[in-house]
């Protein structure tokens, strides 16, 4: 079993960036895909950026390519989610979710493991 929690999500302005970390609870965590999605109010959940489990490949939407970044740090269980520029459509909960597995991308019912979820709101 995985246990993911997320955390650095807050209230912050147009324009400026944000940090969530997703801390991951699994041994030989380079084993799992990890990404990130997020579900505004009234929208199905989305794919935001995925990373593969060695780190070496990424994935991202392009409503985000080029703002933010996913990286992680399989010694520390922990994946980053760096997002920069960030608008007021960026606002929504955003979650960390695990897959076991070697490919970047996996669509959204593939990943096995979610996080709670923290929350993002960008005010213009």
């Known amino acids: 079993q995985v246990q993911l929690v997320e955390s650095g999500g807050r209230l912050v302005q147009a324009g400026d960036s944000l940090r969530l970390s997703c801390a991951a609870s699994?041994?030989?965590?380079?084993?799992?895909?990890m990404g990130w999605f997020r579900q505004a109010p009234g929208k199905d959940r989305e794919s935001v950026a995925a990373i593969s489990g060695s780190g070496s490949s990424t994935y991202y939407a392009n409503s985000v390519k080029g703002r933010f970044t996913i990286s992680r740090d399989n010694a520390k269980n922990m994946v980053y989610l760096q997002m920069n520029s960030l608008k007021p459509e960026d606002t929504a909960v955003y979650y960390c979710?695990?897959?076991?597995?070697?490919?970047?991308?996996?669509?959204?019912?593939?990943?096995?493991?979610w996080g709670q979820g923290t929350q993002v709101t960008v005010s213009s």
């Open positions: 979710a695990a897959v076991g597995g070697r490919r970047t991308f996996y669509r959204r019912d593939e990943y096995q493991y």
């Open positions: 699994v041994r030989a965590s380079s084993g799992y895909n």
